[in-house]
């Protein structure tokens, strides 16, 4: 089976799954996530669940939590896709970087661990037409030099919201990131001038959000 078939039936279960966002949809249906897996992995690649990227215990997240994640992250932009600036925390293999720039944003991703950097500036190049910059460097701490942000997503879970993320934050804007320990949970916080507005959205399971780079 093609892979252009399996991303087609991965899309299909995410519409299942309660994914609306067509333009969510169209970038799942767009980006080979199969480049961004371990090779032997690839053939596993649609399936609906986490898999080791082998390096420091991390993981590429099952697709229906990225596209969840994007579709929260799109809500209020014109067409259901995105705009403006993001700054994503946790590149990783850079699979949601890449979904990100499909959507039409313009992508600053932060990694702490410079292999998993590296990896995702390989898979980037092998994807046209999206604009991305990734950084080594300690996530909490955002990318001020570039700040603001319209939108920040974190891929890894902190015990609360880190306030230089808030702090680089445009006017409206929307920080999504996982929040707790053994418990965790989706908080989408939005940036208003009568301070911040907390939403607690489902339940999740992510790595926790570590300090320095490695």
């Known amino acids: 089976m093609t892979s252009q078939r399996t991303r087609a039936r991965m899309v299909e279960r995410l519409r299942a799954q309660g994914i609306r966002n067509e333009s969510v949809l169209a970038a799942m249906a767009a980006i080979p996530r199969h480049i961004f897996v371990e090779e032997a992995l690839a053939l596993r690649a649609y399936e609906d669940t986490a898999l080791p990227l082998g390096l420091s215990g991390q993981t590429i997240s099952q697709p229906y939590i990225v596209a969840r994640m994007l579709e929260i992250l799109c809500e209020g932009h014109r067409g259901g896709g995105g705009c ?33 950097l590296l ?6 190049a ?6 991305t910059r990734l950084r080594h460097a300690d996530g909490n701490l955002g990318w001020p030099e570039v700040a603001p942000f319209d939108r920040v997503i974190v891929a890894a879970a902190a ?3 880190p306030q230089e993320l808030l702090r680089q934050l445009t006017m409206n804007g929307i920080l999504l990131l996982p929040v707790g320990g053994d418990e965790q949970y989706l908080c989408r916080i939005q940036k208003t001038p ?16 570590l300090t320095g780079v490695e």
Do not use: D
């Open 84 to 116: 403006g600036k993001v700054l994503e925390i946790g590149a990783g293999c850079g699979y949601q970087t890449a979904l990100l720039g499909h959507l039409g944003y313009e992508v600053y991703a932060v990694e702490r661990i410079r292999p998993l």
């Open 119 to 124: 990896r995702a500036r390989k898979h980037l």
């Open 126 to 131: 092998q994807i046209p037409n999206i604009r």
């Open 159 to 161: 015990l609360v919201a």
């Open 194 to 209: 009568q301070g911040f507005s907390e939403t607690r959205l489902e339940s999740v399971r992510f790595v926790p959000l």
